[in-house]
């Protein structure tokens, strides 16, 4: 495995002190868990019993209470006051002190079959009623008296202090019938003791329900008011839990009775404290009554966010009554000691973990110190610094061959980044070295470039001048891009017509068209002839004839050796095509000639669809040189770029113009403005090839360095017209250079090679007209790189003197 250490290792599960302490907090979660768990059981239980006790208290409270009135009420209609006519001020006493007696008891009265009433309403039953009946705090008791019939009907309100002294008296008419009363009429009709449920009473409008028992003999019957406010004191002497709600009520959800000291829950003469909590209770206290599976149950439920308890049982086995027993219950009242002991338990545990980091952080650190060194090694990897790794030894056998692996791995990425760097560069060799074999004569300028490129940006790392001060290019990474940059500055050639590239002459497509030329010419030489023979043999033979139709032929023939001569001329390029000359070209070229071949005849599927004109019957009479439709090749797809690639260059209507006259008329060189654009196009291509390969970081600059070639400081380059302020000392160097070595190489076809002095002058004048980069210039000629480039790269015949001086002279 390498080198090691003799200290014995050993294996790091024994070394990972976290474990520990994982192991401890989740045997701690699942001990608290458990304790919650089945604590949480035993207090929903017992809550559970409790209600089912407090249930079984109601029930029997109920019985009882029931029980009682019944007995009073059949008590009371023995006595002889009640079923005596004459006995006001006796009822009176005997009411008074049943009442006194039974607190709970809201009034006893009496209806008669003649529908008059008494009653005496118990001020001291609740404060609703003193408060319905406007009762005074002085006043004990209310006698309310009916009697009249019809309009004349009235109610007498008789308000009695507490010795049942008369302290007021009012009256009002009312329509009320003693004859139509529920109670009345179910005791009149079937006899014993009735109970009417809950409804509101007529003189106070509060709520309750009814004892009622007919006075044997008499069309009389007695009742006995229980009110709800006296039926919930009860339940609120039940202490169940401090926040729970008791309630008694029906299986509609109707509450009989309320624990609820608020108004809201089980008094439907009140207005509720929250009608939603009413509703939510009414809602969850029904449901559960008609669900069997959930009586005598603890039932999770939950009202604006929080969690309760509901448990319900009904009372009719116990009370052989129609309602349930049930209570609400928020879910801390029940479970919230336990979690109390839980948090305790919680915070005893964090507390103990807390004193046992210390200790873990002591045992891990045979663990962390060399994963952490291990971890800086790691940067040094990802910033490629694979000289600096080094091994990291430790205690723990794992970590320890994790070290060695890691060396070893570092052996192998940087031999796996030298091939791959080597096929990489390669392969852009073979490019670059693909687009120069394309054409036979550009061949080796994507491999000049660089050279030169390299020699003048080693001379502007080395360089102190203000220019250049803040520029170098200081590490391999940073070197190699450039070199990257400078063989792929042409990459986009690839996708340019050879013919293009190569047109040499301006009527030069795949081949010369000026042989098309010539031989229109012959044909023009040999009917000029044909015309010579014709008119001699025309008329009779004189020496005075032929002389001068031989002089014509002469004369006719020197002109057309002249004018091909000019036209020729015209073709190579060589020489500005000043307004005269075109002139004269226009003039030849109207000059006409006979076909006698069609020429539709043998074309491409692809030249036929250029004749856009009806064929012609021939023989023909044609211009010697002509612009024709067929000439012109349109576009298949639109010249449109990609916003994001900055494009901003002047598009041609056509792809290609191939007309005679448009051709040979150019001006200076030999490309038409739609070949101009075809090889400038190439720098599209670069941009869009470049940009879209994954270039690691370390190339990042090369899409940028290698499309910027042909930016002028002025702003007026192409593809983007960037300015000057927006090139880099890389990109100006790389551009200076793409010229020198344009102007001196000697495989141009359209050119001469321009000597170093020549070229070296163009450069100057393209400084003075804001083209490329003055600094960069000068420092091309200060560090004579121009004669290094030229003594390897150029003929003998092209190096000449240069008065230097002349280029370093101006200000800055």
Not at 334 to 353: E, K, P, Q, W, Y
Request: charged letters at 25%; glycine letters at 6%; aromatic letters at 10%.
């Amino acid at each position: 495995m390498g080198l090691q250490s003799d200290t014995q290792r050993v294996s790091i599960r024994f070394s990972v002190v976290a474990i520990f302490t994982l192991s401890t907090t989740l045997l701690a979660a699942l001990a608290i868990g458990l304790h919650y768990y089945f604590g949480s059981g035993l207090a929903k239980d017992a809550a559970g019993q409790l209600y089912a006790n407090v249930a079984e208290a109601a029930a029997k409270e109920i019985v009882s209470f029931g029980d009682t009135t019944a007995d009073i009420a059949e008590l009371l209609t023995l006595y002889p006051e009640v079923a005596g006519a004459n006995s006001g001020a006796s009822q009176l006493r005997l009411f008074a002190m049943t009442l006194s007696q039974h607190p709970a008891f809201y009034g006893v009265y009496l209806g008669h079959g003649d529908g008059s009433f008494y009653e005496l309403i118990n001020l001291d039953s609740s404060d609703e009623v003193r408060s319905a009946l406007f009762a005074a705090q002085v006043d004990r008791w209310v006698a309310v008296t009916v009697a009249g019939e019809g309009k004349q009907r009235m109610r007498r309100y008789d308000y009695l202090d507490n010795n049942l002294v008369l302290r007021f008296t009012r009256s009002e008419p009312t329509e009320f019938d003693v004859l139509t009363r529920p109670w009345y009429l179910a005791a009149m009709e079937l006899g014993g003791v009735q109970n009417t449920g809950i409804y509101p009473f007529s003189q106070s409008q509060t709520y309750g329900q009814t004892i009622s028992k007919r006075v044997a003999g008499t069309d009389t019957v007695l009742g006995i008011d229980m009110t709800l406010p006296s039926m919930s004191a009860y339940l609120r002497g039940q202490i169940v839990n401090s926040d729970a709600i008791s309630f008694i009520y029906t299986p509609d959800g109707g509450v009989v009775a309320s624990s609820a000291k608020a108004q809201g829950f089980g008094d439907p003469s009140s207005t509720p404290a929250s009608a939603d909590a009413e509703q939510w209770a009414r809602e969850t206290l029904r449901n559960i009554a008609r669900d069997e599976q959930r009586h005598k149950k603890l039932v999770e439920v939950d009202y604006d966010g929080q969690p309760y308890f509901a448990f319900a049982e009904p009372l009719s086995a116990r009370a052989k009554s129609p309602y349930f027993f049930g209570i609400l219950v928020p879910a801390y009242e029940v479970v919230g000691a336990l979690m109390d002991r839980v948090m305790l338990s919680v915070a005893i545990t964090a507390g103990f973990l807390f004193l046992l980091l210390p200790m873990s952080w002591f045992f891990a650190s045979p663990i962390v110190r060399p994963i952490r060194q291990l971890a800086a090694e790691n940067d040094k990897v990802r910033e490629r610094n694979y000289e600096q790794v080094k091994r990291v030894n430790s205690r723990v056998l794992e970590i320890d061959e994790l070290s060695e692996s890691m060396v070893s791995m570092v052996a192998a990425i940087q031999t796996y980044e030298r091939d791959q760097r080597s096929l990489m560069d390669a392969f852009i060799q073979l490019i670059a070295e693909a687009i120069d074999d394309k054409s036979a004569y550009t061949g080796g300028h994507c491999a000049r470039v660089p050279e030169l490129a390299f020699m003048l940006a080693e001379q502007a790392s080395r360089s102190s001048a203000p220019p250049f001060k803040d520029f170098e290019l200081e590490t391999d990474e940073q070197w190699r891009e450039y070199r990257v940059a400078a063989w792929l500055h042409d990459c986009g050639k690839i996708t340019v017509p050879e013919h293009i590239v190569d047109k040499g002459s301006k009527l030069e497509v795949i081949y010369n068209r000026i042989h098309e030329v010539r031989m229109r010419f012959e044909v023009l030489w040999r009917d000029a002839e044909i015309e010579y023979w014709q008119q001699l043999n025309a008329q009779p033979i004189t020496k005075e004839r032929q002389d001068r139709l031989v002089s014509a032929l002469n004369n006719g023939r020197q002109q057309l050796l002249d004018e091909f001569a000019f036209v020729a001329g015209c073709n190579v390029g060589g020489e500005f095509l000043d307004d005269n000359k075109r002139a004269r070209l226009l003039d030849i070229s109207r000059k006409t000639w006979q076909r006698n071949f069609d020429n539709r005849l043998g074309l491409s599927p692809a030249e036929e669809l250029g004749f856009s004109e009806p064929r012609l019957s021939v023989p023909v009479t044609e211009q010697l040189l002509s612009n024709k439709p067929e000439h012109i090749v349109k576009r298949i797809r639109p010249a449109v770029y990609p916003s994001h690639l900055g494009i901003n260059m002047d598009v041609p209507e056509h792809l290609y113009n191939l007309g005679e006259i448009y051709n040979l008329s150019i001006s200076r060189g030999t490309l038409t403005e739609e070949d101009r654009f075809k090889i400038n196009e190439h720098m599209i291509t670069t941009i869009k090839m470049l940009e879209g390969l994954p270039f690691p970081d370390e190339l990042k600059n090369v899409p940028r360095y290698a499309s910027t070639h042909h930016e002028t400081m002025s702003g007026s380059g192409y593809p983007r017209r960037l300015p000057g302020e927006a090139l880099s000392v890389p990109e100006r160097i790389l551009a200076v250079a793409d010229v020198f070595e344009a102007l001196t190489a000697s495989d141009r076809p359209y050119k001469k090679a321009k000597s170093v002095s020549a070229a070296i002058d163009i450069l100057h004048k393209m400084v003075l007209d804001n083209h490329i980069d003055k600094d960069c210039f000068q420092l091309f000629i200060r560090s004579k790189v121009y004669l290094r480039y030229a003594e390897k790269f150029l003929t003998s015949e092209q190096i000449d003197s240069v008065d230097e001086s002349k280029y370093m002279s101006w200000e800055h």
